[in-house]
């Protein structure tokens, strides 16, 4: 907006008696520099919306899809890191190598399968705690259960993966509890298996469907229960004809998100997988750590996998969803 | 002072603080400082009592990056190219010439470090150490891949086959890559490439056998781990028995009091240097060379590495500083110890290409 131009809201005799407050930012809301740059801008509502979201978009943009763009820039890139003044040449031989070869595109399969068993196990666990909290525990008390739930995500992924294999190992409390109680004479092998790793990745990720779940089923009003179990609907009934129903948003929502970190967990699945166990962000990790430099086809499995996560979360989303389902 | 705040004055004030991020925000080529000094190392390698005091003493401000993997090194210092970030790297010695030939590291003036004396002869000047006839790194530690066994639960033994003994599967554990160099060794191959040096055809045959003689046997293992810290934990949960592991962590072990045993099986092993680098176009130099002299200057500072990381330290008199339980975690019966033969810089191309190709397939297998 020009100087000249006027404003309903503002006055031009308002807007040219610059405000004075006697302190360092009277002396810059006055300055002619500060009226002909910012001061302009604030005289029009779009300027005050843009002066407030610019400094979150930069944000977002340098710090989350600056990486993202860079990664799939580098996909392309035949050699990377480049040599000092080296020209950079672009290739699609890094995506086609991962349907040449099976050690690619196995680990990848496995990951998918791997995530949405994961998410499906996740629901089961996790669907009948947040029903309790949201239906049977007292309102007053509600938050207080919420809040125990959440102690345990203070922890980073790695102490919590940490106590997994503290629980699990042949040497751990679950163990050390079942000889204490003379029930075995040798430990149960847990870890490094699949169930390790279940167990893992499910606690890992069990607050993303928790959250959402829990939010739908408590806005389910209670008097359509009641009204179900009046007409002579069973607990089984009411909940495959009433709950269920009223509650599909919360498990969309709760189902991406948990797909969507599940098919992305490195560390979990490094630390408490075994030998059959490798997924694929192992697989895209080993050609960032290895000796050879194989930045390029590492990121181009990367956007793979972000695509390929992105297009079946979707696709979920639209297939069992509806229009206004979102992801949080 | 009448300060009277409008929504008009507070957007205005918002307005000029949101321009004002990013000078706040702006980066500073921090590392460009006179009185500092970045270094990328594995952890526990620098004693923290040493770095406080080289700290206090000169006044340069250390900055250490922790690393855990020579590939991060090289492809981070490469990304860097002529502005790196850090002054100084940890290269394994058989890792030079990839760093060398991308012109990473820049050549060391042992002229300038009046403590390269205090290295033990050997560690001084090796063919290892030169290439171009120049010296390359300040060796700090010494390891090799041993055989680790748990005392209680395996009897002793002379051979990697105890690998692969139906007694112990599932109680087993390796680093695929460096456990596919032993596997070579023990099928009678050369698992450092050099003896195949313009023969890939040959090359590839071995590691083939090594890779399909691993597959097959894959039922033994309990896990494939990759840190230190992994393995010594898996020991300390009797999660396995048998291991194949650097000599440092397993050491650790041992210095510690755990019921285990480091040493090299008949069909011998593989051995590696660590040393620290000078990296090329450092930004502080200068204060790279007093720490690699301040380094050097007293065997406590290599007992203290030796305590900590549990790798031999390359420093003069550091035995006569370690007690009885830590010299002999550290040490190897002299007919082990002539088992042991170090990685050479030579043909590694080859050898990472392909041992890189047949750890991804072992592991999708």
């Known amino acids: 907006m020009t100087q000249g131009a006027t404003s309903a809201a503002h006055p031009p005799d308002e807007r040219r008696a610059a405000p004075h407050y006697g302190s360092v930012f009277g002396h810059l809301a006055s300055s002619t520099l500060y009226r002909s740059t910012i001061g302009a801008i604030v005289e029009t509502r779009i300027g005050r919306l843009f002066l407030l979201v610019i400094v979150p978009l930069i944000w977002i943009v340098v710090f989350n899809l600056g990486p993202l763009f860079q990664v799939i820039r580098i996909s392309f890139l035949a050699n990377y890191p480049l040599e000092e003044g080296a020209e950079a040449a672009y290739t699609l031989s890094n995506y086609t190598a991962f349907f040449q070869e099976p050690i690619y595109y196995i680990p990848f399969i496995r990951s998918l399968i791997f995530s949405a068993l994961a998410t499906v196990v996740t629901l089961i666990v996790v669907y009948p705690i947040a029903y309790y909290i949201a239906k049977i525990v007292r309102p007053q008390r509600r938050t207080k259960a919420l809040l125990l739930l959440l102690v345990p995500f203070w922890a980073g992924e790695i102490i919590r993966t940490f106590s997994v294999i503290m629980l699990l190992a042949n040497r751990g409390a679950i163990n050390m509890l079942l000889r204490e109680l003379g029930l075995i004479d040798r430990p149960i092998p847990m870890l490094y298996s699949y169930f390790s790793l279940s167990f893992g990745v499910v606690y890992l990720v069990c607050l993303y469907m928790l959250l959402p779940l829990y939010s739908a089923i408590e806005k389910i009003p209670s008097p359509l229960l009641d009204a179900a179990a009046d007409l002579g609907a069973g607990p089984l009934t009411r909940f495959r004809r009433v709950v269920l129903p009223l509650s599909r948003d919360g498990i969309v929502s709760g189902c991406s998100l948990v797909f969507l970190t599940c098919i992305g967990v490195f560390a979990t699945p490094m630390l408490l997988g075994g030998p059959n166990t490798s997924l694929f962000p192992e697989t895209i990790g080993a050609f960032f750590h290895g000796a050879s430099d194989k930045w390029p086809i590492g990121a181009a499995f990367a956007t793979i996998l972000l695509v390929a996560s992105l297009i079946t979360a979707g696709l979920f989303m639209r297939v069992v969803g509806d229009r206004t389902t979102r992801l949080m | ?365």
């Open chain 2, 1 to 365: 002072m009448d300060v009277r705040t409008t929504r008009r004055s507070a957007l205005k004030i918002l307005g000029g603080g949101a321009l004002s991020v990013p000078y706040i925000i702006r980066p500073r080529p921090g590392w460009a400082a006179t009185q500092v000094l970045n270094i990328t190392t594995y952890d526990k390698f620098l004693p923290k009592e040493f770095v406080d005091k080289f700290q206090r003493d000169t006044g340069i401000e250390v900055r250490i990056r922790l690393t855990d993997d020579q590939g991060k090194q090289y492809n981070l210092l490469t990304a860097e190219a002529s502005k790196p970030s850090t002054d100084i790297v940890t290269v394994a010695g058989h890792r030079f010439a990839q760093f060398v030939d991308s012109k990473l590291l820049a050549p060391l003036d042992t002229g300038r470090i009046a403590n390269w004396k205090n290295l033990i002869s050997v560690y001084q000047d090796s063919p290892w150490l030169r290439i171009n006839g120049n010296i390359w790194g300040t060796p700090i530690l010494a390891g090799y891949e041993g055989l680790v066994r748990n005392t209680e639960q395996v009897k002793d033994t002379d051979s990697w086959g105890v690998m692969f003994d139906p007694k112990y599967e599932g109680l087993t554990s390796y680093i695929v890559g460096d456990f596919l160099s032993i596997t070579m060794l023990y099928l009678g191959h050369d698992g450092d490439f050099v003896s195949y040096m313009g023969k890939s055809q040959e090359a590839q045959k071995a590691t083939n056998e090594a890779r399909d003689f691993l597959i097959k046997n894959k039922g033994m293992l309990r896990k494939f781990y990759d840190a230190g810290s992994e393995v010594q934990q898996m020991f300390i949960n009797e999660d396995i028995y048998l291991a194949q592991a650097w000599s440092g962590p397993a050491a650790k072990l041992i210095m510690e009091g755990h019921p285990v045993e480091l040493s090299v099986p008949k069909e011998g092993t593989y051995g590696f240097v660590y040393t620290l680098n000078l990296v090329n176009n450092a930004p502080n130099a200068e204060n790279a060379y007093k720490f690699l002299d301040a380094v050097l200057a007293s065997p406590e500072v290599g007992a203290s590495m030796t305590r900590q990381s549990g790798f031999a330290s390359t420093f003069s008199g550091v035995d006569k500083l370690l007690n009885e339980r830590e010299r002999k975690a550290a040490a190897l019966p002299q007919a082990q110890v002539e088992r042991i033969r170090f990685f050479s810089s030579q043909n590694r191309d080859m050898k990472n290409e392909m041992v890189d190709r047949a750890s991804a397939e072992i592991k999708a297998a």
